[in-house]
């Protein structure tokens, strides 16, 4: 029986698919064997290979360990855990080999050279797990290559031509991540093109920076159990005791917990009161005590000698510094502890009761030097956080959280510093910590990679300071600043390991003009806090005062000293018309955004502060549009308890938002993004300048109307440089930064006193001011948010 045509061909096609996988087979075969070294070809490449397993190894130790023996130490052990994971990685392809015999032992070092890479890179994974993978498979290609070349040179058809190349590029794929990743960033950050270098030399404010009077002799105390630091140990001037913590941390246990205390020799129930001090040798007490406390950092490099260069000036000019010791509660490669924060503010007050014991001891080589009604706490990232906590237990006579731990403290503390401080890892019973009766001030850096969220603003919110005793409430913005070089020790990179390579550290400030910043500042604060009651230094409110003292960059301030009569706070409802009491009255002419809302920080984290967001758009075609504006209309009530007079100001706090407005109603455009924080369209939308990426500033008038209809209009841009929304790249790659850190900006809240002496002199009788008009230049689009309005001094 004859096959139908449609079987014949079916079989040649099945003759011919098999002929097509016997080639490949044979082809394969043949570039496997041909891939497949001698043995002792194998041998020398695989020496190779470990050496560059090795290699990697001692550069990962280098990177990203801290023993306390130094870069040799970290090297050795790193070098180490490449060694023995050479040979558990080969001992397990090996077993494997037996099962699959086609695995070649070249591949499988090859393979652990992979991990190897992965291993180096590990640290990034935090930052971009895809970069860390792509970086690790160059590698191994390059290593690949070089692995091919090197087989084929050994044997007897090389060709140099081909082989060549090969090593080249091998060369180069395998270096090349490692070169990038030692790059800097190129160019010019284009806020620097609204920096505007100051004409005068910042007198009076100079002699700030000038070391004081006094000699400064330095001593450490401890309790003399520091398995790892001698001068806590060997080199006490006098011995501390310790404390019992494990109650107020919750008792916690665990296997990391117990490999800590193994390495420290102590364990939580002795932890202990050390602290490096600075002190005038030769001025007569008692004197102000300033506590200052580091943040979490590396356990095993100790941050608490990274702040001598504040110590040892403030001590010049008759203030007691000590920075304190905390470095056995932070993290390491034993994990960390829980509930920390609560005990670093804790330890601060019990530092503060041992000074009160050695006030009284006779034989104490500083008895009776200090005055404890007259300190001051200065803290550092999660110690920031800590400083509050500190101010606020002091207050208390037992701990929130459990009634049983009872406090004895109740000390004089005046004034409260934090720098680039963390918020909320511990609330007292999840209520944000409130501060009262006391002075705070809180600085932080646009380009800070570790806390990237102003959060000390939260805390300034939440602080009453009392007018009577001369206190205050201050926050500096310092764009190019990071969060590292407040700390001698931690330097430029706010990353550990090879990540801190991926941060843009090109236009971070020098560490020494960042500190000075630091310095003036908190010298000013220092200084008025432990004086009698004065006005708050108007360096606070005027950063540009510093003139050329500081390095070029924006510095941002915020303000209050207790006394302003507050108009509005937007904290009090959800009516847009009128306040709670309805002593005030809210209108807007042509505004496309006009809504209350959280200020927001970056991204989408909550400033805990409301705001009015007024927006707009840009006025099209050529006949003249009305020029949006929003007006404040005051009742009798409320003007009478406002009392404005010739001789005060106008105070707001308000940024730009680096946002458009919504479509217009009944516009069929989307983006109308219905969150109104005014970061979610942060770096999102087309900025309408143009070359620098950056927003126009917007242009604001401010018109104040008395009840007989007089009025007058004043720019606020003459009263205040209000900059644009200060895009920030914190790292190399614009994508990393994105996925990190959200937004490129952030609202940035600054006071800006509008004097109301003009308005006075022009004709509107303040007695009867009836109305306070903004108008909006909408020639470019724009949005702002006023976080507050108050009248005073």
């Known amino acids: 029986m004859t096959e139908s ?178 790059l800097d960033m190129r160019g010019q950050d284009p806020v620097m093109a609204l920096v505007d270098i100051p004409d005068h030399d910042g007198q009076p404010w100079a002699s700030l920076l000038a070391a004081g009077p006094y000699r400064v002799e330095t001593l450490t105390y401890g309790s003399g159990q520091e398995r790892w630091r001698r001068e806590f140990r060997d080199d006490v001037a006098w011995t501390s005791d310790t404390v019992d913590a494990r109650d107020l941390l919750g008792r916690p246990t665990g296997f990391g917990l117990r490999l800590r205390e193994r390495w420290l020799g102590y364990g939580l129930d002795q932890l202990p009161l050390n602290g490096r001090v600075w002190y005038p040798a030769d001025a007569a007490g008692p004197l102000p005590l300033v506590l200052v406390v580091h943040g979490n950092h590396d356990m095993m490099n100790p941050s608490d000698p990274g702040y001598a260069w504040l110590g040892e000036h403030l001590a010049s000019r008759g203030q007691v510094v000590v920075s304190v010791d905390q470095n056995f509660i932070n993290g390491s490669m034993f994990g960390g502890v829980p509930r920390e924060n609560a005990t670093r503010g804790w330890l601060l007050l019990k530092h503060l009761a041992a000074w009160r014991t050695w006030q009284a001891a006779p034989e104490h080589p500083l008895q009776a030097q200090v005055d404890l009604d007259q300190v001051v706490l200065i803290g550092h990232s999660r110690g920031g956080e800590a400083v509050a906590l500190a101010a606020a237990f002091n207050r208390l006579d037992r701990f929130p959280e459990d009634g049983r731990i009872e406090f004895d403290f109740d000390f004089g503390i005046r004034g409260v510093v934090a720098i680039a401080p963390v918020d909320g890892q511990f609330w007292p019973s999840a209520k944000p910590t409130e501060l009262e009766d006391v002075s705070y001030f809180v600085i932080h850096g646009g380009m800070d990679a570790d806390v990237s969220l102003f959060m000390g603003d939260r805390q300034w919110a939440r602080t009453r300071p009392d007018p009577e005793q001369g206190q205050f409430r201050a926050g500096l913005y310092v764009h190019h600043a990071n969060h590292g070089q407040f700390n001698t020790r931690w330097g430029n990179a706010d990353a550990g390991g090879p990540a801190r390579h991926l941060l843009n550290r090109a236009w971070l400030l020098s560490g020494d003009d960042q500190r000075r910043v630091g310095l003036l500042y908190m010298t000013a604060f220092v200084e008025h806090a432990v004086a009698e009651p004065a006005p708050m230094p108007a360096l606070f409110c005027q950063p540009d005062l510093a003139g050329r003292l500081l390095a070029p960059t924006i510095h941002l301030a915020r303000c209050d000293d207790g006394s302003r009569r507050l108009l509005a706070d937007f904290e009090d409802g959800v009516d847009l018309g009128r306040d709670a009491a309805g002593r005030i009255r809210f209108s807007a002419t042509d505004l496309d955004l006009w809504r209350e809302d959280d200020v927001g920080l970056r991204g989408r984290t909550p400033r805990r502060q409301t705001g009015v967001f007024l927006g707009w758009h840009a006025a099209s075609g050529d006949e003249p549009a009305a020029r949006p504006g929003w007006q404040i209309e005051l009742t009798p009530d409320k003007l009478a308890y406002l009392a404005p007079a010739a001789d005060q100001s106008l105070w707001l706090d308000l940024a730009q938002v680096d946002r458009d407005p919504p479509p217009a109603l009944g516009d069929d455009q989307d983006g109308n993004d219905q969150k109104g924080t005014g970061e979610e369209d942060n770096g999102k939308k087309a900025k309408e300048d143009d070359d620098n990426g950056l927003r126009a500033p917007l242009v604001i008038e401010i018109e104040l109307v008395d009840g007989d209809g007089n009025s007058m209009r004043v720019a606020l841009a003459d009263h205040a440089a209000i900059p644009p929304p ?51 230049d909408n020639t470019q689009p724009g949005v702002v948010v006023i976080e507050r309005i108050a009248i005073g001094n």
């Open 5 to 182: 045509p449609q079987v014949e061909k079916t079989g040649k096609i099945r003759q011919a698919w098999q002929r097509a996988l016997r080639w490949l087979g044979e082809r394969g075969q043949a570039l496997v064997d041909g891939l497949t070294p001698a043995p002792e070809t194998a041998s020398r490449i695989s020496r190779v290979l470990f050496w560059a397993a090795l290699a990697m190894g001692a550069w990962i130790g280098v990177e990203t360990l801290s023993l306390p023996w130094g870069w040799p130490a970290n090297l050795l052990l790193g070098a180490t855990m490449a060694w023995a994971t050479w040979g558990l990685v080969g001992l397990l392809f090996g077993l494997g080999a037996r099962l699959l015999p086609l695995i070649l032992r070249l591949w499988t070092r090859a393979g652990l050279i992979a991990v190897i890479s992965l291993g180096a890179l590990a640290s990034l994974i935090n930052f971009m797990p895809e970069l860390a993978l792509a970086a690790s498979l160059v590698i191994v290609l390059g290593l690949t290559l070089l692995a091919v070349a090197s087989i084929r040179l050994a044997g007897s058809g090389r060709r140099y031509l081909i082989d060549l190349p090969l090593v080249l590029a091998g060369l180069v794929l395998s270096l090349a991540p490692m070169v990038w990743l030692y």
């Open 726 to 776: 200060l895009p920030v790249r914190h790292t190399r790659l614009k994508r990393l930064d994105e996925k990190r850190y959200q937004a490129p900006t952030e609202p940035v809240l600054q006071s800006v006193a509008v004097p109301l002496a003009p308005f006075a002199a022009a004709g509107v009788d303040l007695s009867t001011l009836s109305s306070i008009r903004f108008h909006f």
